[in-house]
């Protein structure tokens, strides 16, 4: 079965760099992008960036577009996000969510979130 | 950029029916897709493509999308629907995806 496991809970001080990541299993990896996704405490969701496992494409959320930088190691079919200059509210839980790439299918972008990780806790804090 | 408005809560008995509203723009030119979270728990998609439902869910789940407004139904309410559910669309006038603020369901 197709499983998304993210790496573990991190405490950070502001200015800081976090990397998290997310290993995919069940299923051929350059098949399915990766998108990220945050949700802040008692908050909505908020779609940070994607990036396609078959080509490197990337697209980020125009807020975070310069902090953030989506990579992918196809060999350990491990997708991998990096938030820097950390700020307090960056405090969220942060997913990934694989859904079927649009430039390995050749297909529009509308592909919805098929999988999700378990979630990964960033708290940023003095 | 594309903003889609949700209803911040909505309430059913057990066996009625309960109807959430995403409102954007011309979405029903859009491909919408919805996503179901319970607390604790990552999201769990419930519907794409406006009206598609993935294996698993339940046929009490349906979907529409025209003019101004997409909506997911749930017929027949139960106490395991009480949950947040957030709609979703491609914005590709800015090549990135716009989530809905959220709906929570109560189920009376």
């Known amino acids: 079965q197709v499983e998304l496991v993210q790496s573990g809970a991190e405490v950070k001080k502001p200015g800081a760099s976090v990397k998290v990541s997310c290993k995919a299993s069940?299923?051929?990896?350059?098949?399915?992008?990766i998108n990220w996704v945050r949700q802040a405490p008692g908050q909505g969701l908020e779609w940070i960036g994607r990036?396609?496992?078959?080509?490197?494409?990337?697209d980020y959320a125009q807020n975070l577009r310069g902090r953030v930088t989506l990579t992918t190691d196809t060999s350990a079919s491990t997708g991998y996000m990096e938030l820097r200059r950390l700020r307090s509210d960056d405090t969220a839980l942060y997913y990934c969510?694989?859904?079927?790439?649009?430039?390995?299918?050749?297909?529009?972008?509308?592909?919805?979130?098929?999988?999700w990780g378990q979630g990964t806790l960033v708290t940023v804090s003095s | 950029s594309y903003v889609l408005t949700q209803t911040p809560s909505v309430s059913a008995a057990p066996g009625k029916t309960a109807r959430i509203t995403c409102g954007g723009n011309n979405i029903g030119r859009e491909r919408v897709n919805w996503y179901q979270q319970k607390p604790g728990q990552a999201p769990m998609l419930v519907m794409y493509y406006d009206s598609d439902r993935p294996s698993g869910i339940p046929e009490r789940f349906s979907g529409s999308n025209s003019g101004n407004t997409a909506t997911l139904t749930i017929n027949r309410v139960e106490a395991g629907d009480e949950a947040d559910y957030y709609c979703?669309?491609?914005?590709?006038?800015?090549?990135?995806?716009?989530f809905g603020g959220g709906t929570k369901v109560t189920v009376l």
């Open positions: 979703q669309v491609w914005d590709s006038n800015s090549d990135q995806w716009v």
């Open positions: 990036i396609s496992a078959y080509n490197g494409n990337t």
């Open positions: 969510a694989a859904a079927k790439d649009p430039y390995y299918y050749q297909s529009g972008n509308s592909n919805p979130f098929d999988y």
């Open positions: 069940g299923y051929t990896f350059i098949t399915h992008g």
